[in-house]
């Protein structure tokens, strides 16, 4: 007996609704076997929407705000070599980024304080503009961690309907398993893949953030060395 007769014996035993069973099964879309994940798998769509809002708004903003100027520190070093403290606060407060804010804060500092108020004034403001950059970060981080138990959680629940169904139809069979697997697996790779996108984009912001602060470092150093060069002129 030869491969060919098996095969043609096999096919002639199968029922005559199979053939309509496989086509069914193939002409399922990706959404219909997300949705077999069950209630679960809405608060993990909300979840994914917002990780992907949240990155993208905070995206923008970090780019925004973070820009650095090439010609900004080099235009307040010339003013305050200048003497034209106000005019350099004034030049800041036309720009939007952090750098100017930051360092347009040591400026008004520094027209009647010492070194000790100009560094407390740039520190603070460099604090409320990194809380700023920060703003809205948290919820990447929460939906990092409760995805996946969240997934873990439609797990439970999936072996849960497993159990149910035998117990129900005394039947121990595919029909009666399949669902709750599919309960579970569906759960289990979305609130992963939710946790993954939220965990990878929330260090991809907190990267950003990082070199804006070593910047933000440079150059309210950089400006501590002119106020104290020009007061040294000054008062020579």
């Known amino acids: 007996m030869n491969l060919l007769t098996?095969?043609?014996?096999?096919?002639?035993?199968?029922?005559?609704?199979?053939?309509?069973?496989?086509?069914?099964?193939?002409?399922?879309n990706y959404l219909q076997l997300l949705m077999k994940g069950g209630w679960i798998m809405v608060p993990l769509f909300l979840l994914f929407f917002l990780s992907i809002y949240m990155f993208i708004e905070r995206l923008v903003s970090i780019n925004t705000l973070g820009k650095s100027d090439a010609n900004l520190f080099t235009r307040i070093s010339e003013l305050v070599a200048d003497n034209k403290i106000e005019k350099a606060i004034k030049f800041c407060n036309e720009k939007p980024s952090t750098y100017a804010k930051v360092l347009a804060a040591g400026l008004e500092a520094s027209i009647e304080g010492e070194d000790v108020e100009i560094q407390d004034a740039l520190q603070s403001e460099a604090r409320q503009q990194i809380s700023i950059l920060e703003r809205g970060m948290n919820y990447l981080g929460i939906t990092a961690s409760i995805a996946p138990m969240l997934g873990f959680l439609g797990t439970i629940f999936g072996v849960i309907k497993i159990f149910y169904n035998i117990s129900v139809t005394d039947d121990l069979n595919i029909a009666n398993i399949s669902d709750?697997?599919?309960?579970k697996m569906i759960c289990s790779?979305?609130?992963?893949?939710?946790?993954?996108?939220?965990?990878?984009?929330?260090y991809i912001l907190n990267g950003r953030i990082d070199r804006i602060v070593i910047n933000l470092d440079k150059y309210t150093n950089n400006l501590l060395k002119d106020i104290r060069s020009y007061k040294r002129t000054k008062n020579a």
């Open 189 to 202: 790779g979305t609130g992963l893949f939710v946790g993954i996108i939220a965990y990878s984009g929330y």
């Open 6 to 28: 098996v095969l043609l014996q096999v096919s002639a035993k199968l029922p005559a609704d199979s053939t309509t069973t496989a086509i069914v099964v193939s002409n399922e």
């Open 180 to 183: 709750g697997l599919y309960q």
